[in-house]
């Protein structure tokens, strides 16, 4: 059963950095979109970026010059790195994996399983 | 607020049918995939269709979507209490370079 898993502190001081892992389990690496999106408190879902098994990302633009994400295979995790966080940032933070079943990808992914979220409130 | 646009808010009968739309332009709908998240109450979303109109494993075929053009639509007939929640639809865009979601209807059995 595929289960994934973030880990990371619920609090981060505004101006400093966000740092979340997800844990993989059931699982290979391997052809997946390996994705973070987030939720502000009552609010829609958004998109911050993807690593490909390959190591090749893709950032949503709006993020862009904050945002890391990598991956490490042999752990089976994979992280985000948000700077310079303001209470904007603050979200449910979602790890998720987006699969592609078309001939056309990455524009045909979906997430087929999410973790459960992580809280993370940016504070003053 | 999303390129694409769900209305707020729908709402039916234990029973009944209740549809809710997804309307983009030809840069995301138009040309791409449309897929359907389902979130339950502090639950995190669920893939409820993909591809426009696939359901995966375990979805019940009381869910159902099309899309036409650069709308998308889900419907889920035989409504149950356990429906209520909120409805994402997403799909790539091709200016953003990535996936979008709509805004969300959240779902109310009466």
């Known amino acids: 059963q595929v289960q994934l898993q973030e880990s990371g502190p619920g609090l981060v001081k505004s101006s400093e950095t966000l740092s979340l892992s997800c844990t993989l389990s059931g699982s290979a690496v391997t052809s997946y979109y390996w994705s973070w999106v987030r939720q502000p408190p009552g609010k829609a879902l958004e998109w911050i970026g993807y690593v490909y098994y390959t190591g090749s990302t893709s950032y949503n633009p709006s993020l862009k010059s904050r945002v890391t994400i990598s991956l490490d295979t042999s752990k089976q995790q994979f992280s985000l790195k948000l700077t310079s966080v303001t209470a904007a940032d603050t979200a449910v933070y979602y790890c998720?994996?987006?699969?592609?079943?078309?001939?056309?990808?990455?524009?045909?992914?979906?997430?087929?399983?999410w973790g459960q979220g992580n809280l993370v409130t940016v504070s003053s | 607020q999303s390129v694409l646009t769900q209305p707020p808010s729908a709402s039916g009968a234990p029973g009944q049918r209740v549809t809710t739309s997804c309307s983009g332009s030809s840069s995301n709908i138009g040309n791409n995939y449309v897929h359907w998240y389902q979130q339950l109450p502090g639950t995190a979303p669920k893939l409820l269709i993909y591809?426009?109109?696939q359901r995966p494993s375990g979805v019940p075929d009381r869910f159902s979507g099309s899309k036409s053009g650069t709308s998308a639509s889900l419907a889920i007939s035989g409504l149950r209490s356990e429906d209520e929640g909120d409805y994402y639809c997403s799909t790539w865009d091709d200016s953003l370079g990535g996936p979008v979601f709509g805004d969300g209807t959240k779902l109310t059995v009466l």
């Open positions: 591809r426009n109109s």
């Open positions: 998720a994996r987006g699969y592609c079943s078309s001939v056309v990808c990455p524009q045909g992914h979906y997430f087929d399983y």
